[in-house]
């Protein structure tokens, strides 16, 4: 069965320095991968997904992910944090493409960013 | 507009009262999901509806019942709930390996 674990439940930065947050998953067969964003009272917003290609996959607002196939790993960075940046990020797989393959989530890393 | 609406956005019920939550989608998907948020716990799939048919059921109590008109509509009836069922419902729908979009949610409290 697939699984998804966020190593680092908080993760406190300065504004302007850079960040990783760390993913890793496990499965027994090929994985979409996917990262989101989720603001105090708001849903859940994709950031970025890996389905095939490139293993740097560029998101929206300056996030980027890098997939390590070998070390099962899907860490999540920015080079340069904002104070609008602090928000819950989940990390999530799915093992299907066809419509209905649910994703599965990680618990969520909390990132808060002070000036 | 966002592509997934949520109604209502806050609730707040009664053990014993009969609530509905309801979800549309304007993304033309065929796939939507009804997902649970509680505090310090993953997001927990509940139901899974692929072209209108229900295709999982992530062993959820009775008390929760889905239902999904068409592709568009999703509903989450809710009865006799308990304290403990108190938490964020996300509602999502998805195409394909796109990835899923999900609602704005329903901040549910029982009381």
């Known amino acids: 069965a697939q699984s998804v674990t966020q190593l680092d439940s908080q993760v406190p930065v300065f504004e302007e320095a850079p960040v990783e947050l760390r993913c890793n998953y496990s499965?027994?067969?090929?994985?979409?991968l996917f990262w989101y964003v989720q603001y105090p009272n708001q849903g859940l917003q994709l950031l970025l997904k890996?389905?095939?290609?490139?293993?740097l996959v560029k998101g929206i607002n300056g996030f980027e992910a890098e997939f390590n196939k070998s070390q099962t790993s899907f860490h999540l960075r920015k080079p340069s944090v904002h104070i609008s940046d602090t928000a819950e990020y989940f990390c999530?797989?799915?093992?299907?493409?066809?419509?209905?393959?649910?994703?599965?989530f990680g618990k969520g890393t909390t990132l808060s960013v002070s000036s | 507009e966002t592509g997934v609406t949520q109604t209502p956005r806050h609730l707040v019920m009664g053990m014993t009262n009969k609530k509905s939550l309801k979800c549309e989608q304007h993304?033309?998907?065929?796939?939507m999901y009804w997902y649970k948020q509680s505090a310090k716990k993953p997001l927990e799939l509940m139901f899974v509806?692929?072209?209108?048919?229900?295709?999982e059921n992530n062993s959820v109590p009775s008390r929760f019942s889905p239902e999904c008109p068409n592709s568009s509509h999703l509903f989450l009836h809710l009865h006799t709930l308990q304290p403990e069922d108190s938490a964020l419902y996300l509602c999502?729908?998805?195409?394909?390996?796109?990835?899923?979009?999900f609602g704005q949610g329903t901040r549910l409290t029982v009381v």
């Open positions: 499965s027994s067969v090929s994985v979409y």
């Open positions: 993304l033309g998907h065929n796939a």
């Open positions: 999530a797989v799915s093992e299907g493409r066809q419509a209905g393959t649910a994703l599965i």
């Open positions: 999502a729908s998805s195409q394909g390996a796109s990835g899923a979009f």
């Open positions: 890996y389905l095939s290609g490139s293993t």
């Open positions: 509806y692929n072209f209108k048919e229900q295709t």
